[in-house]
């Protein structure tokens, strides 16, 4: 796939995530996320902050905090938080009209805005489907290279199957299940490990913790 047909990926699953922030309630907007830490207004400014932030700006901000992510991210995020939930849709609206991705890397982009939406979704009943050609790129991202997530590792010696499309990748003990479980599990969201199966479902749970 090609950088153009990636930004359009990008750009569909961040209006489908629009589509989901728009109908919320206020109140909504203070629920938890599978991000620990972080409500959902948090994962919208982290998202803001992902597609408004262009390589320079990423590594000054990265040795400004020690190169330490959390705290990387932390500070980034800030910038993007508003002082109220409209004020922080609004940025994410206008970070969905550029075209700039953390390293440059659409795929690493994808990856972010499709994970984090179902961070928002899962735990709180919404519902937010995101497009198969998206799930497929990010699944192959995922499972060939450590990004923003230790993805690539944390399925070294497992191969994995999608039960609802013709993905497969890596070679060892079989971990079964939707490609979007499957990609969700590669981003370390324990939420997905119940819906897994096969003999090494046990050991990638084990492995996020």
């Keep these: 796939m090609d950088d153009a047909a990636r930004w359009r990926l990008i750009d569909e699953e961040r209006q489908r995530l629009d589509n989901v922030l728009a109908a919320l309630q206020p109140g ?28 320079p700006g990423w590594l000054v901000n990265m040795a400004r905090s020690g190169f330490n992510t959390d705290r990387h991210n932390t500070r980034l995020l800030a910038g993007q938080l508003g002082r109220d939930f409209s004020e922080t849709l609004a940025r994410y609206r206008l970070a969905r009209t550029r075209r700039i991705a953390p390293l440059g ?10 994970v ?27 499972a060939a290279k450590d990004c ?22 890596g070679a060892g003990p079989e971990v079964r299940g939707s490609l979007l479980d499957l990609v969700m599990a590669m981003a370390g969201r324990r939420e ?6 096969g003999d090494g479902a046990a050991a990638l749970a084990a492995r996020i913790g």
């Design 116 to 142: 984090h939406g179902q961070d928002i979704a899962r735990p709180n009943n919404l519902a937010l489907e995101p497009s198969a050609p998206a799930v497929r790129e990010v699944a192959e991202f995922f």
């Design 192 to 197: 997905a490990c119940p819906r897994l199966e």
């Design 148 to 169: 923003a997530v230790n993805s690539k590792g944390l399925v070294k010696g497992l191969a994995l199957v999608a039960l609802d499309n013709d993905f497969a990748t």
């Design 105 to 114: 890397s659409s795929q690493g982009l994808l990856g972010e805005v499709l």
């Design 28 to 55: 909504q907007w203070e629920l938890p996320t599978l991000c620990e830490d972080w409500d959902v207004q948090h994962v919208v400014a982290h998202l803001s902050a992902a597609g408004s932030t262009a390589t």
